[in-house]
T-cell receptor
Framework: SQKIEQNSEALNIQEGKTATLTCNYT??????LQWYRQDPGRGPVFLLLIRENEKEKRKERLKVTFDTTLKQSLFHITASQPADSATYLC????????????FGRGTSLIVHP | KAGVTQTPRYLIKTRGQQVTLSCSPI?????VSWYQQTPGQGLQFLFE???????NKGNFPGRFSGRQFSNSRSEMNVSTLELGDSALYLC??????????????FGSGTRLTVV
């Protein structure tokens, strides 16, 4: 069956360090993958989208990589700040179908001052 | 520009009742999708509407229904509420069909509690 897996354990890092979050998937032929940020009680906020033929995408302090051989996406936040503390969700759209994104459960990031 | 507006923000209903949630997408966005979010299941896709037509549907029972109006505003309805329907219901709009690869813009959600 199709699965999207994100680390359920919270990631704790110190301010200024690079946070790296992982999204693994199985049994998908991906078209594109997205990353969202969600704060408690709020809707997710779109951050980045990367297509299956792209290796890397950047936006300010954010970087996403997409390795379709490893079936994995890495999401990096450089020079992390306490304000980056949130839950980060990955969402995968499969090719050949509706392209409706399926979301992972998310990983909580806590940046300590 | 205005974001995605969902009303109401909070709702408490009794088992067996029905509920209607409303979503106004970003102006110009024609696709509206609904998701249910619970701590146990995460974000689960309910349905997607595009130009007043339901284009995709998730694996939810027929008690969950929706519609989209000509101005792209959407409503979802849950009939015969069950305790397990307690969740955050999120509406998301996007500019075109998903094959265009646009990201979603989510509303803040409606927190439904069934007692």
């Amino acid at each position: 069956s199709q699965k999207i897996e994100q680390n359920s354990e919270a990631l704790n890092i110190q301010e200024g360090k690079t946070a790296t979050l992982t999204c693994n998937y199985t049994n998908y032929s991906p078209a594109y993958l997205q990353w969202y940020r969600q704060d408690p009680g709020r809707g997710p906020v779109f951050l980045l989208l990367i297509r299956e033929n792209e290796k890397e995408k950047r936006k300010e302090r954010l970087k996403v990589t997409f390795d379709t051989t490893l079936k994995q996406s890495l999401f990096h936040i450089t020079a992390s700040q306490p304000a980056d503390s949130a839950t980060y969700l990955c969402a995968l759209s499969a090719s050949g179908g509706s392209y409706i994104p399926t979301f992972g459960r998310g990983t909580s990031l806590i940046v300590h001052p | 520009k205005a974001g995605v507006t969902q009303t109401p923000r909070y709702l408490i209903k009794t088992r067996g009742q029905q509920v209607t949630l409303s979503c106004s997408p970003i102006s110009g966005h024609r696709s509206v999708s609904w998701y249910q979010q619970t701590p146990g299941q995460g974000l689960q896709f309910l349905f997607e509407y595009f130009s007043e037509t339901q284009r995709n549907k998730g694996n939810f029972p027929g008690r969950f229904s929706g519609r989209q109006f000509s101005n792209s505003r959407s409503e979802m309805n849950v009939s015969t509420l069950e305790l397990g329907d307690s969740a955050l219901y999120l509406c998301a709009s996007s500019l075109t069909s998903w094959q265009g690869g646009d990201g979603y813009t989510f509303g803040s959600g409606t927190r439904l509690t069934v007692v």
